[in-house]
Nanobody, 116 residues
Framework: QVQLVESGGGLVQAGGSLRLSCVAFGSILSINDMGWYRQAPGKQREPVAT???????YYAESVKGRFTISRDNALNTVFLQMNGLKPEDTAVYYC??????????WGQGTQVTVSS
């Protein structure tokens, strides 16, 4: 079993920045894909940014140029630096990680609220 713990969410004004962190611990074989997803009220969960263990990244079009995903493989940690935040970025942000090349795990989520 793998647990993911997110931190770094909060309330920020439009144009501000936040940095999310997610650490994986437990019965880790090898953490492959890691990423951030978000779910706004009344909407489906959507991918925000993902990264493979070799460093290949994906960004949703809506966050390109504003958000940066990074990871520390030795610490099984993934980060999301969010700059230029907009009210439409308001959502619960979830971390997801793939263990051992197969099963995916989710964190409990952290709330990000951007006021206008």
């Amino acid at each position: 079993q793998v647990q993911l713990v997110e931190s770094g969410g909060g309330l920020v004004q439009a144009g501000g920045s936040l940095r999310l962190s997610c650490v994986a611990f437990g019965s880790i074989l090898s953490i492959n894909d890691m990423g951030w997803y978000r779910q706004a009220p009344g909407k489906q969960r959507e991918p925000v940014a993902t990264t493979t263990s070799s460093g290949t990244t994906y960004y949703a079009e809506s966050v390109k140029g504003r958000f940066t995903i990074s990871r520390d493989n030795a610490l099984n940690t993934v980060f999301l630096q969010m700059n230029g935040l907009k009210p439409e970025d308001t959502a619960v942000y979830y971390c997801r990680a793939q263990n051992g090349g197969s099963r995916y795990y989710w964190g409990q989520g952290t709330q990000v609220t951007v006021s206008s």
